[in-house]
Nanobody, 119 residues
Framework: QVQLVESGGGLVQAGGSLRLSCAASGRIFSLPVMGWYRQAPGKQRELVGVMRSGGSSTYADSVKGRFTISRDNAKNTVYLQMDSLKSEDTAVYYC?????????????WGKGTLVTVSS
């Protein structure tokens, strides 16, 4: 099993910045895909962005240019730098990882960390 633990959530004013971290532990052989999803109140969980072990990344259109994902492979940690935050970014942010780039049969999730952006 793989455990993902997020940290760094909190309350921030609109226009501010916040950095989330996610540390992976357990049976980690390779987690070539790591990233973030979020779920706002009353809405479905949605992709924020993911980064692959080769360095390529994918972001939701709503966060492009404002959010940046980075990885420290030696620490099995992924980060989400969030800048120019908007009230609509308020959500529970979930760390996500999977051991295959091409298969979605095995997925791991953190318990989530709440980000609240006040306007």
């Amino acid at each position: 099993q793989v455990q993902l633990v997020e940290s760094g959530g909190g309350l921030v004013q609109a226009g501010g910045s916040l950095r989330l971290s996610c540390a992976a532990s357990g049976r980690i052989f390779s987690l070539p895909v790591m990233g973030w999803y979020r779920q706002a109140p009353g809405k479905q969980r949605e992709l924020v962005g993911v980064m692959r072990s080769g360095g390529s990344s994918t972001y939701a259109d709503s966060v492009k240019g404002r959010f940046t994902i980075s990885r420290d492979n030696a620490k099995n940690t992924v980060y989400l730098q969030m800048d120019s935050l908007k009230s609509e970014d308020t959500a529970v942010y979930y760390c996500y990882a999977r051991p295959s780039i091409t298969s979605w049969s095995e997925n791991y999730w953190g318990k989530g960390t709440l980000v609240t952006v006040s306007s």
